[in-house]
């Protein structure tokens, strides 16, 4: 079992910057592919980035792309999502997901979610 914990969300005005971070426990031995996803009310949660154990090739929704950058430390277990640009439509609950894996719906498998983190951008 893996355990996720968020952190760095906040408010933050129009074209600020905020960087979330995950950290994991747990077996952390295995070399997984991290991703972040995001919630707004009344919607369902859409992927916003992943990056594999390697960092190689990260994936961006292309409304966070050239705006949103996805890491990771494997030493410290933790991946991080840097926000530039935020706009108002980036307001939303982000979660740390561990193993995203898409279907052919363009939904996806998870294996553990975070708790999640409230980023809310005033306009």
């Known amino acids: 079992q893996v355990q996720l914990v968020e952190s760095g969300g906040g408010l933050v005005q129009a074209g600020g910057s905020l960087t979330l971070s995950c950290a994991a426990s747990?077996?952390?031995?295995?070399?997984?592919?991290m991703g972040w996803f995001r919630r707004t009310p009344g919607e369902e949660r859409e992927f916003v980035a992943d990056?594999?154990?390697?960092?190689?090739?990260?994936a961006y929704a292309d409304s966070v792309k050239g705006r949103f950058t996805i890491s990771r430390d494997n030493a410290k277990n933790t991946v991080y999502l840097q926000m530039n640009s935020l706009k108002p439509d980036d307001t939303a609950v982000y979660f740390c997901a561990l193993n995203p894996t898409p279907d052919r719906d363009g939904t996806y498998f998870v294996d553990s979610w975070g708790q999640g983190t409230q980023v809310t951008v005033s306009s």
């Open positions: 990056i594999t154990w390697s960092g190689g090739t990260p």
């Open positions: 747990g077996r952390t031995d295995s070399m997984y592919t």
